[in-house]
DNA sequence: CGTGTAAGGAATTCTGACACG
DNA sequence: CGTGTAAGGAATTCTGACACG
């Protein structure tokens, strides 16, 4: 379930160098919801690759003058489109195999 | 080829929280030479997910009472077993397709 | 809105050494 | 030999703010 590039150990000084992001534009795309990262006790931020994906495809759509906002909608958009997709998946096999739960 | 497990990204405090090894052990395995992080330009080590598993697998056998030369050496001699399979295997295909270099 | 920067402090890491065994 | 620890310094990260636009 959970591989290597779901864990959030990645610190923010080399996520800037994986993105070419400054730390800037990170903690900010952060307090726009686009990114959750960890927080160690101390409380520095702690990314996965996954992390990293995320803030490259970021990068790219505010390359193309998208806002913050927008790309968060467009995210949620993504996530109920693919909910949508397992709901009616799994009514096809239910009433395939006439399953009930 | 190189895939996140072989990223040297992560720090000597997310290291040892992985491993449950202390920050003492894990440097002083790499002065034995057991494992190679890379370093910032500011000199603080960069693990990745193989040199966490490299470095259970260190522990293990720690724990079964072997000394850090020991295992530098049978990790040797795993390498060498790998590239006579590889050179075998390589020789095997070669006289199959009679492929020259 | 998105991002740079200087500011001060806190968390993290580094090295070399002493200790024990 | 393998590992803990205190010591002092350096690198890294954090937050809140000001600036520009």
Redesign the interface.
Known sequence: MSS??D?K???I??VSE?TGLSERKIRYYEERKLIYPDR?KGGTR?YS?LDVERLLDIANKMEDGMQTFEIRKMEQKQMKKQEVRERMLRGQLNAAFNIRK
């Open positions: 290597y590039k864990k150990v990645i610190t000084g080399i994986l160690s702690k690759f």
